[in-house]
């Protein structure tokens, strides 16, 4: 465990010596928070509508579930951007043979990489619980749905790294690296739609439950489904493992 966290550790801080940390987070910050205007905006004049009709609208509805599906759609671009140089710069940088040769294993270098991925990921989204905090400050809410969607939140953001740490184990070049693991993580992202097209109500239930984003729904509306908690974690054990696999077979090259 302690040579997981070394190796975490030293990714983060990498993290941190060039632009690409300070960038994506600058620009996830001012998507978030422009979109949060929107919504917060859009939220005041529906409820001035039913309010006159004598409906009623949460902000969990109308604000916090489209913000979270919005941050949603956000990972799907910025997380390949943080994890292609996870394996691929090792590799560019012919450093990839001294980790190789040095007395740690795949599944440890995995892990260590892997975490790192998350932790930075984490420390950008962390900008996310601002929101509900200033929003605390106006108006009443249900802090139901806010704290499973950010628990939902981190576990498709780990859904995400597993599939950019893949992908950047199959190569060293950045670019290929980022395009694999976008193309994989929109895969997941649209496979849903098909089920629209299916007479098969087994199919159907089959696309749907493959779906990243039919699982995230649930989150955003305060309800935690076991089998949707379990259908993250396979995956990440899924993409953890091709990876490992990758980069044991790279040991005996």
Known sequence: MKKIMIIAAKEYRTYFTGLMAYAVGGLFTFLMS????????????????????GGKGTINDYVFAMQFGNVNLVLLII??????????????????????????T???IVVGKFLAGCLIVWSILAIMVVYPLT???????????????????????????????????????????????FVISLFFWVVGWAS?????????????????????GDFTKGV?????????????????????????????R
Not at 200 to 214: D, K, L
Not at 229 to 247: A, D, N
Request: hydrophobic content about 55%.
């Open 34 to 53: 422009l979109m949060f205007y929107f919504a917060f905006a859009r939220f005041a004049n529906v409820s001035m509508q039913l309010a006159a009709q």
């Open 79 to 104: 997380i390949p951007a943080l994890t292609m140089r996870l394996f691929a710069e090792e590799k560019r940088n012919r450093t990839m043979d001294l980790l190789m040769t040095s007395p740690l």
């Open 135 to 181: 929003s605390s400050l106006f108006t009443t809410f249900d802090k139901g749905p806010v704290l499973t969607s950010f628990l939902g939140l981190f576990l498709i953001s780990g859904v995400y790294v597993s599939i950019g740490v893949f992908a950047s184990s199959l190569t060293e070049n950045g670019i290929i690296a980022f395009v694999l693991a």
């Open 196 to 216: 629209v097209s299916m007479d098969s109500p087994a199919a159907q239930s089959f696309f749907n439950y493959v779906s990243i984003i039919s699982h995230f």
């Open 106 to 108: 795949a599944t440890e």
């Open 224 to 252: 935690i489904d076991v089998s949707s908690v379990v259908y993250y974690l396979s995956l990440i054990f899924f993409f953890g493992f091709l990876t490992q696999r990758v980069v044991e077979s790279a040991r005996w």
